[in-house]
Antibody, heavy 122, light 106 residues
């Protein structure tokens, strides 16, 4: 069965970076991209971007463009999300989500990781 | 900029029908997907491509999308349907989620 297992909670100071991992299993890793979505406490879901696990191409939301990097390790079946220059507003649960193709430029997310809480506090 | 607007909350009695709207300019030209999120859990897709239900999702969940508004309908609402619901759509290669609606089953 498809599973996305993420790394554990992190506490970081403002200005630091955080790297969250998402290990995929139960499907052919390179057949699906991976998206990242975050959710601040009590807030809506927020799309951050995606990585093409086959080509390593990426697309970032304009909001995070300057601070986020997605990478992948095809041998380990893991994708990573690194967010730099952290500030208190980045405190959130970060999810990886597997997209299912809907039509050109349109996807829905059929599997989600369990989420990784990142707390930014001095 | 593209924005998906939902009512903050909807209250419904058990067995009754709950309707959750999601509005944006010309939303009817796009696909809308819906997610259910219970406290402390990851979202689950319950409707995709406006009205389709993934396997395992109860028939009481249905969706529609027209002009500027998409609607998620829960018929015969169960206490287990108490959750947050988010619509989702794409605009110019960017993903957007709605503001979210908390459904309370009284």
């Amino acid at each position: 069965q498809v599973q996305l297992v993420q790394s554990g909670a992190e506490v970081k100071k403002p200005g630091a970076s955080v790297k969250v991992s998402c290990k995929a299993s139960g499907y052919i890793f390179t057949n699906h991209a991976m998206h990242w979505v975050r959710q601040a406490p009590g807030q809506r879901l927020e799309w951050m971007g995606w990585i093409n696990t086959g080509t390593n191409g990426t697309k970032y939301s304009q909001k995070f463009q300057d601070r986020v990097t997605f990478t992948r390790d095809t041998s380990a079946l893991v994708v990573y999300m690194e967010l730099s220059s952290l500030r208190s507003e980045d405190t959130a649960v970060y999810y990886c989500a597997r997209p299912q193709y809907s039509r050109v430029g349109d996807y829905y997310f059929d599997y989600w990781g369990q989420g990784s809480l990142v707390t930014v506090s001095s | 900029s593209f924005e998906l607007t939902q009512p903050p909350s909807v209250s419904v009695s058990p067995g009754q029908t709950a309707s959750i709207t999601c509005s944006a300019d010309k939303l009817g030209n796009k696909f809308v997907h819906w997610y259910q999120q219970k406290p402390g859990q990851s979202p689950v897709v319950i409707i995709y491509q406006d009205y389709k239900r993934p396997s395992g999702i109860p028939e009481r969940f249905s969706g529609s999308n027209s002009v500027h508004t998409a609607t998620l309908t829960i018929s015969g609402t169960q206490p287990t349907d108490e959750a947050d619901y988010y619509c989702q759509a794409w605009d110019s290669g960017t993903g957007f989620f709605g503001t979210g609606t908390t459904v309370t089953v009284l």
